[in-house]
């Protein structure tokens, strides 16, 4: 990430699940991210991922149990546009995504 030819993406999804953890409560302390969450990318240098059609049916055809849609969509958005995806998430690498962390 800290490499300056890289060029590091950050998923919408990302964005919605901070911004709904930040509303039920499960992250009160990240309001202040939420509420300049593009404003950060855009000072950090990073780039928006949108979700695509192509990236949600991905989602849902995915092997396996694990049922968290965030994660789910991160990890359709990372093989569909061949990138790492960074997460100290183990559960990632049965989707046999390349995770960096």
Do not use: C, Y
Not at 51 to 73: C, E, K, T, Y
Request: charged fraction near 20%; hydrophobic fraction near 55%; glycine fraction near 4%.
């Amino acid at each position: 990430m800290a490499d300056p030819a890289n060029t590091v993406l950050v998923s919408a999804a990302s964005a919605w699940e901070i911004a709904t953890k930040v509303w039920i409560g499960k992250l009160p302390g990240a309001v202040s991210l939420v509420a300049d969450f593009e404003g950060l990318l855009v000072r950090e240098g990073f780039e928006t991922l949108a979700v695509s059609v192509d990236h949600a049916i991905r989602a849902r055809q995915l092997p396996g149990a694990h049922r968290d849609p965030f994660d789910r969509m991160l990890v359709a958005q990372a093989l569909a546009e061949n990138v790492p995806l960074i997460s100290n998430e183990a559960v990632f690498d049965s989707f046999a995504v390349r995770r960096v962390w």
